[in-house]
Nanobody
Framework: QVRVIESGGGSVQTGDSLTLSCEAS????????MAWFRQPTGKEREFVAV????????RYSDSVKGRFSISKDNAKNLVYLQMNSLAPEDTAIYYC???????????????????WGQGTQVTVSP
């Protein structure tokens, strides 16, 4: 069982930056695909970014491409989501997700991930 804990959310203004952190403990962190999803109020959870276990494959949703960056520190069991040029439409609960079983091409569906954090709220004011 992988334990996942996110941190770093908060309230910011349009154009600001914010970095989310996620610690995943238990198992072998370096072999996990790590992803970020988000869920705006009243909407479905959506894919944001994924970094493959090797680091060779990184993918972003079209809505965040060019503004967000996902990185991974295997030595610290941490994955980060650097968010720049934030806009009100980025307001959501952000979740860190772990795919600890599959090592093929990273997947984008939330059902593909086996461990989740509790989420951290990001609110962007106009």
């Amino acid at each position: 069982q992988v334990r996942v804990i996110e941190s770093g959310g908060g309230s910011v203004q349009t154009g600001d930056s914010l970095t989310l952190s996620c610690e995943a403990s238990g198992g072998t962190f370096s072999t996990y695909h790590m992803a970020w999803f988000r869920q705006p109020t009243g909407k479905e959870r959506e894919f944001v970014a994924v970094r493959s276990w090797s680091g060779r494959i990184i993918r972003y949703s079209d809505s965040v491409k060019g503004r967000f960056s996902i990185s991974k520190d295997n030595a610290k069991n941490l994955v980060y989501l650097q968010m720049n040029s934030l806009a009100p439409e980025d307001t959501a609960i952000y979740y860190c997700a772990v795919d600890s079983h599959y090592r093929g091409y990273p997947r984008f569906g939330f059902a593909d991930y086996d461990s989740w954090g509790q989420g951290t709220q990001v609110t962007v004011s106009p």
